[in-house]
């Protein structure tokens, strides 16, 4: 009775398993969930070299992220005026800025619409430096089906500052979850 009852959980979780491994099979497939290895420490605290994360785009169906979402996106067609690009990749950073969001620097705190950062969402252990088409004296107003991105720890970050806002295109999915988290950080040079 015992020896039944034992098979058919075995069976049961094998099942359910199978089930599973066979859903994320397809969510993988079609774009709509992925497992990212993180690279670099560009979004560090949050975020760090080594980190296994899970974005998904189910909630970006229909509407965009909000300021201060995680996102990852494609650099593909992206230019710069102040560096070349690398070959297309997959990029991490945080939203920063919306279509028609005015960014600026003011007594070296970032800006939204004449607001701290802070003021859409927790920007406690981000450094935001300002750089390129973002410097001191400068403004960006996000254009029309467009985003700005940059990363937590944007001194070692290649983001929106270097290449100006990124189209909504590019916008692949969101984060969702840390899966495991890898080896404390450690100083690096620039990093994407």
Request: hydrophobic content about 40%.
């Amino acid at each position: 009775m015992m020896k039944n009852w034992l098979n058919t959980l075995a069976l049961t979780a094998s099942v359910i398993t199978a089930g599973l491994l066979a859903i994320w099979a397809v969510l993988a497939m079609t774009g709509m969930m992925k497992l990212y290895s993180i690279p670099t420490n560009a979004m560090a605290t949050f975020i760090s070299k080594g980190d296994h994360i899970i974005a998904e785009r189910f909630s970006m169906l229909g509407e965009l992220p909000k300021r201060g979402d995680v996102v990852t996106f494609t650099t593909e067609g992206i230019k710069s005026p102040y560096m070349k690009m690398p070959k297309p990749v997959i990029f991490i950073k945080r939203l920063i800025g919306l279509p028609g969001d005015r960014l600026e620097f003011k007594d070296g705190v970032l800006q939204v619409n004449d607001r701290p950062v802070s003021a859409y969402f927790d920007a406690k252990d981000i450094t935001h430096l300002p750089l390129m088409n973002l410097a001191p004296g400068k403004s960006v107003t996000v254009p029309k089906d467009h985003v700005f991105v940059m990363g937590d720890n944007s001194g070692n970050s290649l983001d929106s500052r270097y290449w100006g806002p990124l189209p909504v295109a590019n916008l692949r999915q969101k984060y969702l979850f840390h899966l495991k988290h890898g080896p404390p950080m450690k100083e690096e040079n620039q990093q994407p």
